[in-house]
């Protein structure tokens, strides 16, 4: 009931800038008594911290209460992320989600990228930070000290996707793969290749794909239903 005296009073005593705190909650710790949520939220905003709502997507009537409470940050639950890649509902969750939140001038984070094919989609798709496994596992405080201290992050720099148009060639037969690439560098292409759909996923999400050329028999995933998948 009183978390934002709390705050104030722990700001001053450690001599910690509120701007440099951002205190995360759930929908689930909201959702007991909204009104009294809403203004308690208010009032911590007033210290100055910032507020993130964790795990979205996955609790109650998220839509419905979000323009309710102060929120600066959405974190999308990882469990649209880990399937951001592959399953094409979960791709345009993570899309609208991002969408939503900067048409209401907030921030959006992406929980859990593990990979680089994650860290390729959402940083084509303008998520502005993610976390996960792919930047770091958990450390102790020491290393995690001297980690922060070497300035790493994840990048989300593209420099090369629009230097030249991007095709990407798929076929479970390596031959045929290069002979297309022999065929089409000439002309100026920068030339992708997979060797099935799921291998072809990886690369679309990492990569600004301008065209497709696909068999369409191949083991596990038909050409059809790569492209299925790739229109998202």
């Known amino acids: 009931g009183d978390l934002d005296v709390v705050l104030a009073r722990a700001l001053a005593e450690h001599g910690v800038a509120p701007h440099c705190l951002e205190v995360e909650l759930t929908e689930s710790v909201l959702m007991e008594d909204i009104e009294k949520a809403a203004a308690m939220l208010r009032r911590v905003k007033a210290t100055g911290v910032s507020l993130a709502l964790d795990d979205f997507g996955t609790g109650y009537s998220s839509l419905a209460y979000l323009g309710r409470f102060p929120f600066d940050v959405l974190k999308i639950d990882r469990s649209f992320v880990l399937g951001v890649v592959s399953d094409p509902d979960a791709a345009t969750i993570a899309m609208t989600i991002i969408d939503l939140a900067h048409r209401m001038r907030l921030k959006v984070v992406a929980e859990g990228v593990e990979t680089e094919a994650q860290r390729g989609f959402f940083s084509k798709n303008d998520c502005d930070q993610m976390q996960g496994f792919l930047f770091s596992k958990p450390l102790p405080a020491a290393v995690l000290t001297e980690l922060r201290l070497g300035g790493k992050t994840l990048s989300m720099d593209t420099p090369d996707e629009h ?32 060797g099935s759909g799921a291998e072809a ?6 990569h600004d794909v301008q065209v497709v050329l696909t068999d369409q028999r191949m083991p596990q995933m038909t050409g059809t239903e790569l492209l299925h998948r790739m229109c998202v």
């Open 163 to 194: 230097a030249r148009k991007t095709i990407l060639l798929v076929d479970d037969e390596p031959s045929i793969l290069s002979s297309l690439r022999r065929l089409l560098r000439p002309d100026g292409y920068r030339v992708l290749t997979a």
């Open 201 to 206: 996923l990886e690369l679309a999400a990492q």
